[in-house]
């Protein structure tokens, strides 16, 4: 009889620092649902796919500059080496498409996901084209490598498994999910250094307190992140033209 049983969500991370793992992900309540059997890790180290006995991954680049890049044998090789069973097979650089909660929602609705961690300039072209890899980047920004921003993603993504987190709401009242930015947060004690929690936040109040924070939303987003206020502006007006 064969198992119906739901199969965990499954990440495996291909880098040359598996000891780098699991990192930030073994914390919190992170580390206590990969415990649980809720997700689960593997690391697969691209050194092993190397066939000289110094163990090396790398060459020069084509046509001059400087550092080194992963060869494209090897890193297939890796690649290869993972039953894939309909994860998305990423790889992690600047050059990728930033990364969003929307697609962090699409990946923790589906079977798990296969991150290829880089070094050196980065991974060699052929395979990225030869394996369908999506490029996905954290940020305007260089790290060393991909191991860092692979545990981001995979934090991004675990979080939204239904039973990680503690409340359905955690996941739902946050930045993003609106395409907004979260509204300010307070906690005891009432006053603070000499500011005091809103009196809106205490008024017991719910409708006013849905609506100063719906504000400070929008306030939050305009002020800081202008393209995502353009973007939800840009939404709403066409949600009030298909409605007339």
Known sequence: MSDTSPKPWAATALTLFPEAFPGVLSASVIGGAEKSQIWSLETVDIRNFSSNKHRTVDGTPAGGGAGMVLRPDIAAAAIDSVPKNGRALIYL????????????????????????CARFEGLDERVIEA?????????????????????????????????????????????????????????????????????VLLSGNHQKVEDWRKAKMIEATQARRP?????????QERTKGDAT
């Open 131 to 199: 394996r369908q890899m999506e490029e996905i980047s954290i940020g305007d920004y260089v790290l060393a490598g991909g191991e860092v921003a692979a545990q981001v993603l995979i934090e991004a993504c675990v979080r939204l498994i239904p039973g990680v987190l503690g409340k359905a709401e955690s996941t739902v009242e946050e930045s993003f999910e609106e395409g907004l930015l979260e509204y300010p947060l307070y906690t005891k004690p009432r006053e603070f250094e000499g500011r005091a929690i809103p009196d």
């Open 93 to 116: 650089t600047p050059r990728g498409t930033p990364l969003t909660q929307h697609r962090v929602k699409e990946l923790a609705a589906g079977p798990g996901v296969i991150v290829f």
């Open 227 to 235: 393209d995502l206020f353009d973007a939800y502006t840009a939404r």
